[in-house]
């Protein structure tokens, strides 16, 4: 997988499309690099209890993440092995290829063979690079949920103004009764032009709402 040129909007980043295990054999010690997709610690530490799960008895749980925002969250833990040999250079995967809201953990199975210093940072690294270069890269973003409350004579004017903003009407849950509310999840890329679309209605006679609220979490 070769890298992906600089072409990110404001708030997008890159990551890994879907979860994924590579393993290769190194002085007979087994290394698992598994990469999946967090946005906070929460997600982090779930999945490293999947992983200790699905590589039981392993000698080594050793990993690191990045989170997407500003600034760029990122930490990393040797899990046991030699101080700088194994967190780091998996830390180093990441930031090379510029994933963001990842968590890259390689299990180890113990072969016997010592590898030293520079092997053990060579074997940590090259198995999470292994695993990005077998994943598809893709772009994402953080989101915002926008939601509105208007009266049926506005609707149509609200959906205009959602279409200039570049927002699709599909995406809208809508429900009608007394009124109109609905909700969506806005890319946040988006949020600029919307909240000006949104705030040039008419609300004079208030029958037009909306709130605009942030959906990452780190």
Known sequence: MALIENNLLP??????EKSIDRE???????FIGSLRKVKNR???DFELKQIATLYPKASHYCWAYRFAGEPILEHSSDAGEPSGTAGRPILGALKKHAL???LAVVTRYYGGVKLGVKG???AYGD???LAVE???IVIEEPSSLFSFACTYDLYNILLTKLERASIDHALLQTDFTEEISGRAVVPNSLLVI?????????????????TIRPLSDR
Request: net charge positive.
């Open 194 to 210: 919307l909240k000006k679309e949104l705030d040039s209605i008419n609300t004079s006679k208030t029958n037009f709402t909306y």
């Open 134 to 136: 077998n994943s598809k």
């Open 42 to 44: 929460d997600e982090v």
């Open 24 to 30: 290769m054999s190194i002085q007979r010690s087994r």
């Open 120 to 122: 053990l940072i060579a």
């Open 100 to 102: 963001e809201n990842i």
């Open 11 to 16: 708030g997008q980043y890159y990551t890994i």
């Open 127 to 129: 198995t999470t690079l």
